[in-house]
Antibody
Framework: EVQLLESGGGLVQPGGSLRLSCEASGFTFSAYAMSWVRQAPGKGLEWVSA????????YDADSVKGRFTISRDNSKNTLYLEVNSLRADDTAVYYCVKGGSGYIWGSYAESWGQGTLVTVSS | SYVLSQPPSVSVAPGQTARLSCGGD??????VHWYQQKPGQAPVLIVY???DRPSGIPERFSGSKSGNTATLTITWVEVGDEADYYCQAWASTSGRSGVFGGGTKLTVL
């Protein structure tokens, strides 16, 4: 059974930083693209960042480019998201997502974690 | 930027058929995926690659495309199907981007 366990969320001041983690189990982690998808309170879904399981290539939404960095440690079956220069509109539940294949392009979110809440407020 | 358009709400009676639309330019050339999200829960993939269902998803849920519109059809709607439904695709306008529709709230009357 696929399990994705996020951690690292919390309350942070504008301009601050956090490191989100996602521990994965139940599948061959290195073979799959992994992503972060967020959902602001009462709002829809936004695909934030993704990292390939094939070649380590990454994708970042324009809204986070230059501020967020996605990475993975295949030896630890763990996905990360470094979030910097946080703004109020980054407040959201951040979901760790397993892709349907090793590729980012055309990917879908096959499995979801329960999410970790990031609140940006002074 | 690429936009997937979904109606904000759809209402249907139990036992009827719900059809949820997702419109976008050139959607015919993209793989469209659908998710169901119930209140307080993480989304769940219910259709991928336009019309395939993950294991465990009932046959009542089906996906299709025609022209610039993808459609999620739910037959024999149950009260438990009340949820938000999102379509998703990848676009290549001004760089690649993962795009979700704004979501449709399905109300079962």
């Amino acid at each position: 059974e696929v399990q994705l366990l996020e951690s690292g969320g919390g309350l942070v001041q504008p301009g601050g930083s956090l490191r989100l983690s996602c521990e994965a189990s139940g599948f061959t982690f290195s073979a799959y693209a992994m992503s972060w998808v967020r959902q602001a309170p009462g709002k829809g879904l936004e695909w934030v960042s993704a990292i390939s399981g094939r070649d380590g290539s990454t994708y970042d939404a324009d809204s986070v480019k230059g501020r967020f960095t996605i990475s993975r440690d295949n030896s630890k079956n763990t996905l990360y998201l470094e979030v910097n220069s946080l703004r109020a509109d980054d407040t959201a539940v951040y979901y760790c997502v397993k892709g349907g294949s090793g590729y980012i392009w055309g990917s879908y979110a096959e499995s979801w974690g329960q999410g970790t809440l990031v609140t940006v407020s002074s | 930027s690429y936009v997937l358009s979904q109606p904000p709400s759809v209402s249907v009676a139990p036992g009827q058929t719900a059809r949820l639309s997702c419109g976008g330019d050139y959607i015919g050339g993209k793989s469209v995926h659908w998710y169901q999200q119930k209140p307080g829960q993480a989304p769940v993939l219910i259709v991928y690659d336009d019309s395939d269902r993950p294991s465990g998803i009932p046959e009542r849920f089906s996906g299709s495309k025609s022209g610039n519109t993808a459609t999620l059809t739910i037959t024999w709607v149950e009260v438990g199907d009340e949820a938000d439904y999102y379509c998703q695709a990848w676009a290549s306008t001004s760089g690649r981007s993962g795009v979700f529709g704004g979501g449709t709230k399905l109300t079962v009357l």
